[in-house]
Structures are given as C-alpha cells and as structure tokens.
C-alpha cells in the first residue's frame, strides 16, 4: 500500500532558471499538499495536464526527490527516512530515466540485478521469465540502441521490475508506444495487479486511465482537486466520461489559479 | 556492489572497438607519429643547416682575406662572391632567402690594419636575415669560425708569433668531454625530465577528460544515471565507482600513450636538443616515486573531472567548465618543464602543480622524503575533499535531476 500524506514539493528556483521560467518568483511549487492512498492490489491512476505535478509525485514516491513537507510511506515504511529500503520495494519506470544504450539486454538486466543485490541464480530465474513474457530472448545480445522503441520499452518494464518490487510505479507507461506494445503494456499491468501488486500510474490519457485504474487522483496546478472510484467522480461530476469530467475540473480549478 | 560499477564503466569502453580506438591507440599514434614526423623534420633541417654551402657576398674585400680563403680548411662551406660596392639589389636578395651573407670590408682595411698603431680598428659590417635559417646559421658560424681564423691570420701577420698576442685558451684538448663533472645520475635523467612530466600531466587530464565527461555528465545527460539512482546501491558508491573506474581508464590510456611516448624519445629528445646517450639510472625508490605521483595526479585530475561534470548538465557544459582546469594543467606543466634550479619547498604544496614539479624531481634525483611527503600529504586531502564533493553532488536532487 502506498500513503501519500500531505506532499507538498517547492524547488527553489535559480537565478538561470527565473529567467528561463520569465518570473520573479524564487520558488516553484510543483506540489501542493497532495494526499491519497493506493491501495495493495489495485491499480492507482494519477491523472493531470503536464506540468501538473504527477512526475514529481511519482520522483518523491520513488526517493528520487524529498518532499519539502508532508510524508509518503511505502508499505508503512518513510520514503525519507528509509530511502533504501523503500528503494528494495519499488520500481519506478519513466521516460526521462533510460537504459544505456551501449550494452545489450543480457547485459543491462544482469547488471541491474547485480545492484539489486541479486545474485546470479535469481537474475537468471527473473530473467528467464521477464524475457519470455516481453519477448526478449531473440534480442537478449543485441545493443539496446539497435532495439525499437517498442522493445526498448518493454526491456525497461523488465528491469525496473527485475526484484518483484511490491510498488510499480509507471510514469506515462504508454506514451509514444504504437497500438501493439501499449497493449503488451497495459496487460502487464493488470497481470501484476492480478498478483498483488500495488501499482501507481500517471497519464494525461484520459481513455487509459478509465480502461486501467481501479482509483484515481486528479492533479492540476500542484493540487489535488479530486479522488476516487471512477464512477463516483463521474458522479460528483456529473459527466458522461472521465475527459468530461477532467474538463469541468479545469475550468473550475484551473480558472483559480489564473 | 562497487565492482559491479566500476565493471560497468570498464565494459562501456573494452566492449566498443571504436572507443577502444579513440580512447587508448588513437592518443597513442597520434603521440608516436607526430613526434617521430617532428623529430625527422628536425633533424633534416638541422642537417640541412649543416650541409648547406654558405653563398657570401663579399664586398671591398682586401687582398689578404683572398689569400687567407685559399688556404682556408672549411673553404668548402662557403661560396664567395667578390664585389666592388655594396647595393639594394644584394639587400634584396639577403631578404628574399637568394643569399645568406653580405660582408663588407671598410674600403681602407688593409691600410688600417697596416697602420694599426695611427689608425682606428677598422669595422667589417656583416648584413644578415634573422629570419632565415641559412642567414643566421652563417652569421653565427662566420663570427666564431672564418673570421676568427682570419683574426689570429692577421694578428699572427703583425707580430710573426701569434702567441705574443694570445694569453691562453680554454678547452682546446682533443677531448673537451674530460673537463665536464656532472651527477651522472642528475644527468641521465635531465633529458626525460624535461618532457616527461608536461607530456604525461597534460595525456593523463585530456585521457580522464574524455572519458570523464562522458561516463558521468554523459549518463546524466542521456538519462541513463536515474536508473542506477533508483537501486538501493548508495550514492557514495555510485560516485566511488564512476570515480575509480575512470582513474582505470586514465591510467591504462597514459600508460599506453607513455609506451608510444618512449618509443618516440629519441626522436623527441633530437627535437630539443637533449640526448639518451647516458643510461637512465632510476632504481627502485625513484620508481616508486614516480609510480606514486603519478598516482596521486590521476586522483586530483579525476575528481576535478568528475566534480565538475556531476555539476553539469550536459557534456557540453562540462567541457566549457573543464577546460579552465584543463589550462590550469597545462600551465602548471610548462612552468615545471621551463623551470630552473631547485624547486622550493613550497611549491610541492600546491595541489595540482606541486605534483608535476614532483614528478620533475624525482626524475632528476631530487626529490627529498619531506618534499615527497608533503605531496603525497597536500594530494590526499585534496583528492578526499573532491571525492566527498562528488558524492555530496550525488546525493543532490538539484544537481542530479535540476530539482
């Protein structure tokens, strides 16, 4: 289960950056007291235009950011008190994060594994079953740079998976992915959600998220502005499908801030 | 888990012919090629300059100095040619490279050498181009060689028995090599020391920076960095492994330019005028000495190149931000190889420099246990204040993801 307990997140911005950014602001909240629960066994969607604030929820959830105030918990475990732990129990997966392009697939898996603190029954065990669901073993000795993206992604699936994590965590899991990997994706998805797993995604793909998550949580400008079951959202709403629902939201959230 | 990223950055390089290539045998034939080409080059031209019949005009030149040329050993070298009057037409012609010498004799020379005791000592003008080769050799060679021959000729002339007007000489044996008492040990190394430490201070920084730049500023740029971060491996693990694995690399790339290097010397050493005719004597504390330095130097140079390109975003930026370090070094190494006499003691303790005057010194035998001591001293802290700089930049969410 994963505890997101009034996250809030705030670079400091420096005197370059305000001057990319054209402001005179000297802090950028990204995040802005988000709470949620994702439950174990489901799939949870964090859903939002870009530059909402979902990557940097998913980078604080994933250790990769502390969070300026507030508390996340990984299986009741702090993600800043306990960095390494929770780093054993989560795989985090996202577009700016990515393999190196100069080793094969063999390769890359095992390393990861070794820094997994696997040893080399186990990388071999995981191996064997990650590279037969994905398809991989034909292109286990090939360089990734000579890999489609298709295939790069589903590599990166199975090493951010290598040590079963508890938490899966998916930043954007299908974007710029054709019709046949997306789907190889989103399968995967419901088979570890079929096993237990706690999995957290973002998108701004509306239709996505209504096909997968179980909960969702809708973030705009840093803030959360709703959770819950699908149909209740719709509910409250009182839209016809969640795109309709996200755009009553951010005329209703959105015109605030401006 | 170090092993594991220290192997990693080993593979990246031995699993890629090409970078196999770029980054161990292309320094290196670069290195053997350009310096053999240059030392060639020089030596021809110096045996060019040798062999080079020296055409002379000579203007009013006095009966004597025509009689002195018949007779003269080194007549061979020197293609005379006799005239009245000097003009612009020869000044040209010196100019433009046609002819080496003018030499003029005062039109009254041989009265005035005649009548030395009433007259004034008369003055030969020799009109020379300092920026041709042959014009210069020639004028030097004129000065110390033909004319001073032609000097004691007059002088033996005037008064029957040179002798009279001689007190003494110097060095006129057979064998003037007899009168040199030099360290023999200071001696054999003098030639390497002079180019060694520049050459192998300024190979072992551009072999790190290359790799450097890549290997860290490189993955962060690519995004390839995050994936390791997101493993339970600590980041002070991950900078140490980067870190060593580079200082591998830098190590292997120098030792391989350092064997082209070698195979180049007497190439080299022609070029600058040294020899290897002595055997170098190094035992095994000089080595160590050595070894140890040029140790410490791969430390200091690695963790600059590593701090520096964990702070930036791009190689790019970090080839803008390393390239000051890089001319620190080249100047440090200059300064060392122009350097005379014995290095002070405080110059060991400034990091970076006090390494190549080091390696300077212990090629030549002279690097005391205090000296060395205080280099390897002022190296540790450095290279464990940048070490500690890295990994603290590693821990950074703003220097890692530009949080």
Redesign the interface.
């Known amino acids: 289960m994963l505890e997101v307990k009034d996250f809030t997140k705030i670079?400091?911005l420096s005197k370059k950056q305000m001057k990319e950014m054209r402001t005179d602001e000297h802090n950028k909240v990204a995040a802005s007291h988000i709470d949620f629960i994702a439950p174990k066994g489901e799939i949870f969607g964090l859903l939002g235009p870009n530059g909402a604030g979902k990557t940097t929820t998913l980078?604080s959830i994933?250790?990769?950011?502390?969070p300026t105030a507030g508390e996340i918990f990984v299986n009741g475990v702090n993600v800043v008190k306990e960095a390494?732990?929770v780093?054993?129990m989560?795989g985090?997966l996202?577009n700016?994060?990515?393999?190196?392009?100069?080793?094969t697939a063999d390769?890359i898996f095992e390393?990861?594994g070794?820094?997994?603190?696997m040893d080399k029954e186990q990388i071999d065990k995981r191996k064997q079953e990650l590279f037969s669901y994905f398809n991989i073993n034909e292109y286990k000795d090939k360089k990734i740079e000579e890999l489609s993206t298709g295939m790069k992604q589903k590599l990166a699936i199975a090493?951010c998976v290598i040590h079963d994590p508890e938490i899966v965590i998916f930043d954007e899991p299908t974007n710029g992915l054709d019709i046949i990997t997306a789907k190889a994706v989103t399968d995967y998805l419901l088979d570890l959600r079929a096993r237990g797993k706690t999995i957290i995604i973002s998108t701004h793909i509306m239709s996505v998220a209504e096909k997968l998550c179980d909960r969702m949580a809708i973030i705009i400008q840093g803030k959360k502005v709703e959770d819950g079951k699908l149909d209740e959202i719709l509910k409250r709403w009182e839209a016809s499908d969640l795109e309709d629902a996200f755009f009553k939201m951010y005329v209703t959230y959105g015109k605030e801030e401006k | 888990m170090l092993q594991t990223i220290i192997s990693k950055e080993l593979k990246r390089i031995f699993s890629d012919k090409r970078l196999i290539f770029s980054t161990f045998l292309l320094p290196a034939l670069s290195i053997f090629l350009m310096y053999n080409l240059m030392g060639i080059l020089t030596s021809n031209r110096l045996n060019d300059i040798e062999k080079h019949t020296a055409a002379i005009a000579v203007i009013e030149a006095p009966d004597s100095f025509k009689t002195f040329m018949e007779t003269y050993a080194d007549r061979e070298s020197y293609q005379l040619e006799y005239q009245a009057a000097i003009s612009e037409e020869l000044k040209e012609q010196v100019k433009a490279g046609d002819l080496d010498i003018i030499m003029q004799f005062p039109d009254d020379f041989a009265d005035r050498i005649a009548a030395y005791e009433k007259s004034a000592v008369p003055d030969i003008h020799i009109y020379y181009n300092p920026t041709e080769d042959y014009s210069r050799a020639t004028n030097n060679e004129l000065k110390s060689e033909l004319l001073h021959e032609y000097h004691n000729h007059l002088l033996e002339e005037r008064f029957g028995d040179l002798n009279k007007v001689i007190a003494f000489t110097t060095n006129t044996g057979e064998n003037p090599e007899i009168y040199e008492i030099k360290n023999e040990k200071k001696s054999s190394g003098f030639g390497v020391s002079q180019l060694l430490p520049m050459l192998l201070s300024i190979m072992l920084f551009a072999s790190a920076m290359g790799i450097g730049m890549e290997t860290i500023a490189g993955e962060k740029e690519r995004g390839t960095m995050g994936a390791i971060l997101l493993t339970s491996v600590s980041r002070s693990t991950i900078a140490l492994g980067k870190m060593i694995g580079l200082a591998i690399l830098a190590i292997i790339s120098t030792l391989i330019s350092v064997i082209a290097l070698v195979a180049s010397l007497p190439k080299l050493l022609a070029i600058t005028g040294g020899d290897l005719t002595g055997q170098l004597m190094y035992g095994p504390m000089e080595y160590m000495q050595i070894l140890i330095i040029l140790l410490l130097e791969v430390g200091i140079f690695v963790g600059i190149i590593c701090l520096i390109s964990v702070l930036s975003r791009s190689v790019k930026e970090a080839g803008t931000y390393i390239t000051p370090a890089y001319m620190v070094v080249m100047l440090g190494a200059f300064a060392a190889m122009f350097s005379f006499g014995k290095t002070a003691t405080f110059m060991y303790a400034i990091p970076l420099i006090g390494n190549i005057y080091a390696l300077k010194s212990a090629l030549t035998f002279e690097l005391t246990m205090i000296d060395f001591a205080i280099v390897i001293a002022v190296s540790l802290v450095v290279i464990g204040i940048l070490v500690m700089a890295t990994t603290q930049a590693f821990k950074s969410e703003k220097v890692m993801f530009n949080a």
């Open positions: 670079y400091k980078r994933a250790t990769l950011l502390t390494d732990k780093r054993g989560v985090f996202t700016d994060i990515k393999m190196d392009e100069n080793f390769y390393f990861f070794k820094l997994r603190g090493v």
